[in-house]
Every structure is written in structure tokens, then in C-alpha cells.
């Protein structure tokens, strides 16, 4: 929840700088780290992401001490470049098709950024969390 909306935030970012791609992120520990998206930098002055990876284990966050402790959760601002990326064939772990390893491609292979997004962060991945996100959004909307 934020005054500017975070898409909105991607998009004025993304203007500025012609990517072919924006993730959204937050700073978070390891717990958050591992339900999502992990990112290596390529450059914090230009917010240049190297890779990513999808919902690293809490071992491979501590063997490999590069990545960030900045969590991508599913907020992006996408170019059709995605498309070279995201195919049937293209499946990782579990035999799933991830759009974090398209994202992953095009960090790799084109220029992808990452903005901190502003606001507070909720996750809904559980029913408590997902009530204390929706009691959050009452109050500051309805109450």
C-alpha cells in the first residue's frame, strides 16, 4: 500500500530509463527470500539486475553471500521481449514455467532493472497474512 500505486511507480521509473524490463522489490530477510524472486546485481547506481532466482533454498542463499537481500514478488513492468523467453519448452524447476526465469533471460541477455518500491509490503500466502493484509486496506481506505 502506497500513496503512488506501485505499478505506477514502475512505469514513471521505466520512462525514465527505457529498460527492457522493471521487477518491483523490497528489502526482506531470508524467510521472504525463499518464496520468491532473488536477485544478483549487475550495478546499484543504475539498478541493474544480473540475474535471478526463483524461490532459492535458505542453503543456497548462504553458500552463495552475492545475492541481494532484495525480494521480487510479483510486481514487473514487462516489454514483449518476455515472449522470446516464455515458452512451453522453457520449464524449470519442478517442471514449472516461471516467469522469474523469462525475467532471469532477459536480466542475462538485455538491460533489466529493479526499483524499490515504496509503501508497506504484504504478503497473502497464508490465511493470517493474508487477513492482516486485508484488515490493513480497511482501515486505511474504509475506516
Same mark, same amino acid.
Given at each position: 500500500?502506497?500513496?503512488?500505486?506501485?505499478?505506477?511507480?514502475?512505469?514513471?521509473?521505466?520512462?525514465?530509463?527505457?529498460?527492457?524490463?522493471?521487477?518491483?522489490?523490497?528489502?526482506? =530477510?531470508?524467510?521472504? /527470500?525463499?518464496?520468491?524472486?532473488?536477485?544478483?546485481?549487475?550495478? *546499484? +547506481?543504475?539498478?541493474?539486475? @544480473? $540475474?535471478?532466482?526463483?524461490?532459492?533454498?535458505?542453503?543456497?542463499?548462504?553458500?552463495?553471500?552475492?545475492?541481494?537481500?532484495?525480494?521480487?514478488?510479483?510486481?514487473?513492468?514487462?516489454?514483449?521481449?518476455?515472449?522470446?523467453?516464455?515458452?512451453?519448452?522453457?520449464?524449470?524447476?519442478? =517442471?514449472?514455467?516461471? /516467469?522469474?526465469?523469462?525475467?532471469?533471460?532477459?536480466?542475462?541477455? *538485455? +538491460?533489466?532493472?529493479?526499483? @524499490? $518500491?515504496?509503501?508497506?509490503?504484504?504478503?497473502?500466502?497464508?490465511?493470517?497474512?493474508?487477513?492482516?493484509?486485508?484488515?490493513?486496506?480497511?482501515?486505511?481506505?474504509?475506516?
Amino acid at each position: 500500500m502506497s500513496e503512488v500505486p506501485g505499478i505506477k511507480q514502475l512505469i514513471d521509473y521505466h520512462n525514465n530509463v527505457n529498460s527492457d524490463g522493471v521487477l518491483g522489490v523490497i528489502k526482506a =530477510g531470508p524467510e521472504l /527470500l525463499t518464496k520468491g524472486g532473488v536477485l544478483k546485481i549487475k550495478s *546499484y +547506481d543504475e539498478n541493474k539486475v @544480473e $540475474l535471478i532466482k526463483e524461490k532459492p533454498s535458505l542453503d543456497e542463499l548462504r553458500k552463495d553471500t552475492s545475492y541481494a537481500n532484495l525480494y521480487s514478488f510479483g510486481r514487473y513492468l514487462l516489454t514483449p521481449k518476455l515472449f522470446d523467453y516464455l515458452k512451453a519448452d522453457a520449464t524449470g524447476r519442478d =517442471g514449472e514455467l516461471w /516467469l522469474q526465469d523469462a525475467n532471469d533471460q532477459i536480466a542475462r541477455n *538485455y +538491460d533489466m532493472r529493479f526499483l @524499490e $518500491l515504496e509503501g508497506e509490503f504484504y504478503t497473502t500466502g497464508d490465511p493470517a497474512k493474508y487477513f492482516e493484509a486485508q484488515n490493513a486496506y480497511m482501515k486505511k481506505y474504509f475506516l
